[in-house]
């Protein structure tokens, strides 16, 4: 099949969170199937900036505003890669979707827009690229009108639509609508209107062929009032079309038997050497260098959604515990400040580093005894699946991909060697205490705990697997088309 696949991100070119580590790796693993894929990003200056080899093969214009695909190929790898070049709405600082301060773009809308007509234009062959897909597979808001806009065409593409966080739907006043000069028969409770304001993520949720969500749990949450953000009558209404498909990692830069970021690389025969990496870190933030207590990992953005309200609520009884906490993030500033607080306030027991750094990443994952990650939602969650595949254990809340990935330590789940973590049954503080009490008390158990950081190092999340669920899907996508 030809796929183009649309992202408006893609690691390693440029992330802001889990949906550039899946453009970056879904891809790939389909073409490696043998499928032709092309990937289609707008090219924002942070990605002009690690492109080499490069060449324009189209000029076109949206909207008023000059365009050109540029093609070049995903750093390391043989994948195809359209940047979508429109510098008067995509070549300034700051991130993909906001400035410097963490304020939306004022025209987002239009910046999408225009990236979405790319999109179309690519897809019908109107920029005669000598290549068609005979599937378009779109992700989030920000590619959300593409299916739209390809709807009433008789000879398109056949659509996928993903959901990666329901939360972001790219919602817009109405006056929007007209301004991007949309055809009018989109405008509709069944379409692009939501509560006399325009959706973008609604023209993949409502005309999309299939719909998936990055995880089988989350696609059963977002059906209920409490996930569905006001989508679920919709979601309910093209249940039959909308399925779970688990996100994988990319084995190869998650491997700590290969992470060149590594002090000590290891694998699940020399699972001891893992410890090297902890004493590195510890001597990296100047905590004190102790085999006997675990160390706590977070990588995450530091918002609502990833818990950070019932950490806080139990960061004081946490610290008082024998453990050592090291965080790695940015986000909400008033989780920053707090966070901080409690680090000068306990520095022996918690390390807070504010913003990103990969390498630092890969060095947590690494050196942590357990991966803390008590979100309140999690669609599917990537940095589960890094730690299992580190030996790191995940303390996870029962939600999305957290539930379909994590095995509690029940004695039974130790006894037949699935446990691979431990599950906060309610997203409280008081649970998560409990939860962390039990991981604390089975480190001291060696042998057992060898053998849960095995389990989890013998997971498969890898994209193989995932990406055969893809084809199969986009096969039906294209039978129901034809």
Not at 67 to 91: H, M, Q, Y
Not at 106 to 131: E, G, M, S, Y
Not at 198 to 222: C, H, N, Q
Not at 458 to 465: E, I, K, N, V
Request: glycine share 6%; aromatic share 10%; proline share 5%.
């Amino acid at each position: 099949m030809n796929i183009l696949y649309i992202s408006s991100e893609a690691f390693p070119l440029i992330k802001t969170g889990g949906l550039g580590d899946v453009a970056g790796s879904l891809p790939n693993a389909l073409l490696k199937k043998l499928h032709d894929v092309r990937l289609l990003l707008p090219a924002y200056p942070e990605v002009l900036n690690k492109i080499t080899k490069n060449k324009v093969i189209a000029t076109t214009a949206y909207y008023g505003l000059p365009a050109s695909i540029i093609e070049t190929r995903l750093p390391g790898s043989k994948l195809i890669v359209w940047l979508l070049d429109c510098p008067a709405v995509f070549n300034r600082p700051g991130g993909p979707y906001t400035d410097h301060h963490g304020n939306a773009w004022d025209d987002n809308a239009l910046r999408f827009a225009v990236f979405c007509r790319c999109a179309v234009d690519i897809a019908l062959d109107k920029l005669k690229l000598n290549w068609q897909p005979d599937i378009v597979h779109c992700n989030d808001w920000q590619s959300g009108l593409v299916p739209a806009l390809l709807n009433h065409h008789r000879l398109r593409p056949a659509t996928v639509f993903t959901i990666h966080n329901l939360a972001y739907q790219g919602v817009f006043e109405k006056q929007t609508f007209s301004d991007l000069q949309l055809p009018d028969e989109l405008w509709h409770m069944d379409g692009l209107e939501f509560y006399d304001q325009l959706s973008f993520i609604k023209g993949g949720l409502a005309y999309a062929d299939k719909i998936t969500a990055v995880s089988p749990s989350y696609a059963s949450e977002i059906l209920s009032p409490e996930y569905g953000y006001g989508l679920n009558g919709l979601l309910i209404k093209r249940q039959q079309d909308l399925s779970g498909i688990l996100n994988g990692i990319d084995h190869d830069h998650w491997n700590p038997g290969t992470d060149k970021c590594l002090q000590q690389k290891y694998n699940r025969r020399s699972i001891n050497n893992k410890s090297a990496n902890k004493t590195h870190l510890q001597e990296e933030f100047s905590l004190p260098i102790d085999a006997t207590i675990p160390m706590i990992g977070i990588v995450s953005r530091l918002v609502e959604q990833k818990g950070f309200d019932i950490i806080l609520q139990a960061i004081e009884k946490i610290l008082t515990k024998p453990l050592q906490l090291v965080i790695l993030g940015t986000g909400d500033t008033h989780y920053e400040i707090e966070l901080n607080k409690w680090a000068k306030k306990y520095p022996h027991k918690l390390k807070v580093n504010i913003g990103y750094d990969e390498c630092l990443a890969h060095r947590i994952e690494a050196a942590s005894d357990i991966y803390l990650m008590p979100s309140t939602f999690e669609p599917c969650g990537l940095n589960q699946l890094y730690s299992l595949r580190y030996g790191t254990l995940p303390v996870v809340t029962e939600v999305g991909g957290l539930a379909d990935t994590v095995t509690d330590t029940s004695q039974e789940n130790i006894n037949n060697r699935t446990a691979n973590g431990f599950v906060v049954k309610k997203q409280t503080a008081t649970h998560l205490l409990q939860a962390l009490e039990r991981a604390i008390t089975l480190y001291k158990n060696t042998a057992v705990w060898r053998q849960l950081q095995i389990n989890a190092m013998s997971c498969d999340f890898s994209w193989q697997a995932s990406a055969e669920h893809y084809i199969e899907l986009y096969e039906l996508a294209l039978k129901n088309r034809q």
